[in-house]
């Protein structure tokens, strides 16, 4: 095929036209692209320049801290002496300091917190999921009814996860009173909000097409939800609610500290006083439940939606 010259302004130009079109608009975008990509590069740059700045994230302020990093922890642990740790009780009854048995003397007190730091935990993120699960699809961009609906959804959800749980827990003790209840709402709220965007995210991500297949047949948009959407994004909603469940257990041992029941506050209580094999023995036993409700979770998640999906 003969192109004639595009001066001489012949019908025979027009392919070469478009051609030339094209190529220069493909060329203007991959400039501007790669404008815009600098730009964010430069911005990347500028904040992470300050908030090392900021942070004082330096390379010696480190390396002179590290030597330290165990000291404060050595100021916490308790003399050990191996001659005692293991000395049962005197003829009169009474726990020899130092023992395992003096660490220990409260020991079923400190199994009743702890089973009540995971009755606290459980509750507050069934309550924390159901909201999360019913608020979810409201603040899917693509299953909310209309964008008012939306913008409402995932405006309350950012402000339930906006506020610390230890600054809500501050607030509902000073509103009803020192006690697990506190702790369980402070929980809860911000389960709620954090499980909330994860659950909307998934949603967003479920196929269109059995969504698409109801709305032809006449389904209302609860019918669409309950039929189409909910049965794609289940196993990720289990998920994540066991995953939040973790994080609940350990959350619920540290509000504590400001009165809302559960394990916390006996670590308060014994910080407070200085009873350092005390604090070590609570900390041993918070860990130990901790580590056996993640094993537990894992095995949980995994027998329900498989190892391929396990993420």
Same mark, same amino acid.
């Given at each position: 095929?003969?192109?004639?010259?595009?001066?001489?302004?012949?019908?025979?130009?027009?392919?070469?036209?478009?051609?030339?079109?094209?190529?220069?608009?493909?060329?203007?975008?991959?400039?501007?692209? @790669?404008?815009?990509?600098? /730009?964010?590069?430069?911005?990347?740059?500028?904040?992470?320049?300050?908030?090392?700045?900021?942070?004082?994230?330096?390379?010696?302020?480190?390396?002179?801290?590290?030597?330290?990093?165990?000291?404060?922890?050595?100021?916490?642990?308790?003399?050990?002496?191996?001659?005692?740790?293991?000395?049962?009780?005197?003829?009169?009854?009474?726990? /020899?300091?130092?023992?395992?048995?003096?660490?220990?003397?409260?020991?079923?007190?400190?199994?009743?917190?702890?089973?009540?730091?995971?009755?606290?935990?459980?509750?507050?993120?069934?309550?924390?999921?159901?909201?999360?699960?019913?608020?979810?699809?409201?603040?899917?961009?693509?299953?909310?009814?209309?964008?008012?609906?939306?913008?409402?959804?995932?405006?309350?959800?950012?402000?339930?996860?906006?506020?610390?749980? !230890?600054?809500?827990?501050?607030?509902? /003790?000073?509103?009803?009173?020192?006690?697990?209840?506190?702790? *369980?709402?402070?929980?809860? !709220?911000?389960?709620?909000?954090?499980?909330?965007?994860?659950?909307?995210? *998934?949603?967003?991500?479920?196929?269109? @097409?059995?969504?698409?297949?109801?709305?032809?047949? $006449?389904?209302?948009?609860?019918?669409?939800?309950?039929?189409?959407?909910?049965?794609? +994004?289940?196993?990720?909603?289990?998920?994540?609610?066991?995953?939040?469940?973790?994080?609940?257990?350990?959350?619920?041992?540290?509000?504590?500290?400001? $009165?809302?029941?559960?394990?916390?506050?006996?670590?308060?209580?014994?910080?407070?006083?200085?009873?350092?094999?005390? +604090?070590?023995?609570?900390? !041993?036993? *918070? *860990?130990?439940?901790?580590?056996?409700?993640?094993?537990?979770?894992?095995?949980?998640?995994?027998?329900?939606?498989?190892?391929?999906?396990?993420?």
């Amino acid at each position: 095929m003969t192109y004639a010259n595009p001066a001489d302004g012949v019908p025979g130009d027009a392919p070469r036209d478009a051609v030339s079109t094209y190529e220069r608009h493909r060329a203007e975008l991959r400039a501007s692209k @790669r404008l815009w990509n600098i /730009v964010a590069l430069l911005a990347f740059l500028v904040c992470l320049g300050l908030s090392v700045w900021i942070s004082q994230f330096y390379p010696e302020r480190l390396a002179n801290g590290l030597p330290r990093i165990f000291e404060y922890f050595g100021t916490i642990l308790p003399d050990l002496q191996w001659n005692l740790l293991f000395e049962g009780r005197t003829p009169d009854g009474r726990a /020899v300091p130092g023992s395992l048995t003096f660490w220990y003397t409260d020991f079923w007190t400190y199994l009743a917190l702890i089973w009540e730091t995971i009755l606290m935990a459980i509750t507050a993120t069934l309550l924390g999921a159901a909201v999360a699960f019913v608020l979810s699809f409201p603040a899917a961009v693509n299953l909310a009814p209309n964008s008012w609906v939306y913008w409402v959804s995932r405006r309350f959800l950012e402000i339930c996860r906006g506020i610390p749980e !230890i600054l809500l827990a501050l607030v509902f /003790v000073f509103m009803i009173g020192i006690g697990p209840l506190a702790g *369980v709402l402070a929980i809860a !709220i911000h389960t709620a909000g954090a499980l909330g965007k994860l659950f909307a995210e *998934v949603n967003e991500n479920a196929s269109s @097409r059995p969504v698409e297949g109801i709305t032809a047949v $006449g389904g209302t948009w609860a019918e669409k939800m309950a039929y189409g959407v909910v049965p794609q +994004v289940a196993p990720n909603f289990f998920s994540y609610a066991m995953l939040r469940f973790e994080i609940n257990v350990r959350a619920s041992s540290i509000i504590g500290f400001v $009165g809302a029941g559960g394990i916390g506050q006996e670590l308060n209580r014994v910080i407070s006083f200085y009873s350092d094999d005390r +604090v070590m023995a609570v900390l !041993i036993l *918070v *860990v130990l439940t901790v580590t056996i409700i993640d094993l537990i979770s894992e095995r949980i998640r995994l027998g329900y939606i498989g190892r391929e999906n396990f993420a």
